[in-house]
């Protein structure tokens, strides 16, 4: 029978997690986030593509699949577009959300293969 960790001990694992992504990616990360057991980094939009590659080849990540992209619109923020990129290793059987912002004059970098 599989346990399920408690809420303090994922959180902890989440932290260290991310933790050891800032430190990969230090010119890019500039938060992490845990909201419900999940995981989310802050990048600014010039650094997706570079941090999607990296977070895909890298061997403590291969998230290999996007799940899906999405965005949310705030209106009345300077920055008012909130980008969300939600990634899944299936070798680590982990999720990842990515997320940053951006507006209605800043083009945001493509990312495909």
Same mark, same amino acid.
């Given at each position: 029978? #599989? #346990?399920?960790?408690s809420t *303090?001990? $994922?959180?902890?694992?989440?932290t #260290? /997690?991310?933790n050891h992504?800032? =430190?990969?990616?230090?010119?890019?990360?500039q938060k992490?986030s845990?909201?419900k057991?999940e995981l989310?980094?802050?990048v600014? $939009?010039t650094?997706?593509p570079a941090?999607?590659?990296?977070l895909r *080849?890298h061997?403590?990540?291969? /998230?290999?699949?996007l799940?899906e992209?999405?965005?949310v619109?705030?209106?009345?923020? %300077?920055? #008012?577009f %909130?980008?969300i /990129?939600?990634?899944?290793?299936v070798? /680590? =059987?982990?999720?990842l959300l990515?997320k940053?912002?951006?507006d209605?004059?800043?083009t945001?970098?493509?990312v495909?293969?």
């Amino acid at each position: 029978m #599989r #346990r399920l960790m408690s809420t *303090d001990v $994922a959180t902890a694992a989440l932290t #260290r /997690y991310g933790n050891h992504l800032i =430190n990969l990616l230090p010119k890019h990360i500039q938060k992490i986030s845990i909201f419900k057991d999940e995981l989310s980094i802050h990048v600014p $939009a010039t650094s997706i593509p570079a941090v999607l590659e990296t977070l895909r *080849d890298h061997p403590d990540c291969k /998230y290999a699949q996007l799940m899906e992209m999405t965005a949310v619109d705030w209106p009345g923020k %300077e920055h #008012r577009f %909130e980008l969300i /990129y939600s990634l899944l290793s299936v070798e /680590y =059987n982990s999720r990842l959300l990515v997320k940053s912002w951006t507006d209605e004059t800043q083009t945001v970098p493509s990312v495909s293969h």
